[in-house]
T-cell receptor, first 110, second 114 residues
Framework: RKEVEQDPGPFNVPEGATVAFNCTYS??????FFWYRQDCRKEPKLLMS???SGNEDGRFTAQLNRASQYISLLIRDSKLSDSATYLC???????????FGRGTSLIVHP | DAGVIQSPRHEVTEMGQEVTLRCKPI?????LFWYRQTMMRGLELLIY????????DSGMPEDRFSAKMPNASFSTLKIQPSEPRDSAVYFC????????????FGSGTRLTVV
């Protein structure tokens, strides 16, 4: 089993839709979780950290389920500009090295 | 802060040539990572430095790859000799401490070996 797994997609949704991605991780000692966004031919950029209690930033909500070892990202009211690849990142407490998922591609169409 | 700075942005070279990629991390960040990204393999960690010391180089493909960090503000990744299969985007990223605040990437070097 891969350390961090994501559905590659693409998720093809209309503007205004709500879309959710999941990411599963295999290391139960994982302690830090992030969602990154990567636009085509650009570098990954931090979208948001994922906290144990869940957190929200505008239209974006991130949640952590430790029992089932997955994190999720919910995007409400999708915009054309949300089209990108979303990378899940997991880091264990005893390591400085993050593990990146392969990413989930989102395409928002008019 | 100008962020993580990488150079060159693009590099086209012939097989067998030496290639040197450069990275300037964010000032104050003490962890530096070199990644390679391809469509087939996604983001692969090549090497990780902490306080200028290489901690984990298990991702370095083979002896043709080498990386250095002579000081806190500069790192290089060298490929000698280069091969077509080295064609990829190479990213440098930096973080502070254990990366609790995430990792900042440079804009990458797109390497093409012909």
């Amino acid at each position: 089993r891969k350390e961090v797994e994501q559905d590659p997609g693409p998720f093809n949704v209309p503007e205004g839709a709500t879309v959710a991605f999941n990411c599963t991780y295999s290391n139960s000692a994982s302690q830090s979780f992030f969602w990154y966004r990567q636009d085509c031919r650009k570098e990954p950029k931090l979208l948001m950290s994922v906290y144990s209690s869940g957190n929200e930033d505008g239209r974006f909500t991130a949640q952590l389920n430790r029992a089932s070892q997955y994190i999720s990202l919910l995007i409400r009211d999708s915009k054309l500009s949300d089209s990108a690849t979303y990378l899940c990142v997991v880091k264990s407490g005893g390591s400085y090295i993050p593990t990146f998922g392969r990413g989930t591609s989102l395409i928002v169409h008019p | 802060d100008a962020g993580v700075i990488q150079s060159p942005r693009h590099e086209v070279t012939e097989m067998g040539q030496e290639v040197t990629l450069r990275c300037k991390p964010i000032s104050g960040h003490n962890s530096l990572f070199w990644y390679r990204q391809t469509m087939m393999r996604g983001l692969e960690l090549l090497i990780y430095f902490n306080n200028n010391v290489p901690i984990d180089d298990s991702g370095m493909p083979e002896d043709r790859f080498s990386a250095k960090m002579p000081n806190a503000s500069f790192s290089t990744l060298k490929i000698q000799p280069s091969e077509p299969r080295d064609s990829a985007v190479y990213f440098c990223a930096s973080s502070y401490g254990g990366g609790m605040d995430g990792y900042t990437f440079g804009s990458g070097t797109r390497l093409t070996v012909v």
